[in-house]
């Protein structure tokens, strides 16, 4: 498919899932730091937040109410409506 005949959708498609995949990468970087960073240590010498290991309360409760808000912010201000129908005189190039 030639450059003047693609589909401004799949732009717009590829962007979002670029985004999509940053926040992933982005979620399990937290996790994994939380989780083995303050982990690692013989459970007598864990620390206790809401009386939950700090460890599991960072990565996953924490990251969890983190990375739900990045969502709800990507989703509202960098996120568009595309339609699905093709449109009249764009698509397919016929």
Known sequence: MSGKNKDYRF????????IGITLAVINFV?????????GSKPPEN???V????????????VGFILIVALVIVVVKFFFVDVPF???EGRGNGS
């Open 46 to 48: 864990y620390h206790f």
């Open 30 to 38: 937290w996790w994994y730091g939380f989780a083995y960073g303050l």
């Open 11 to 18: 732009t717009i498609a590829n962007r979002e899932a670029l």
């Open 50 to 61: 809401l009386g939950l290991p700090a460890w599991f309360f960072y990565s996953c409760v």
């Open 85 to 87: 129908e093709e449109e």
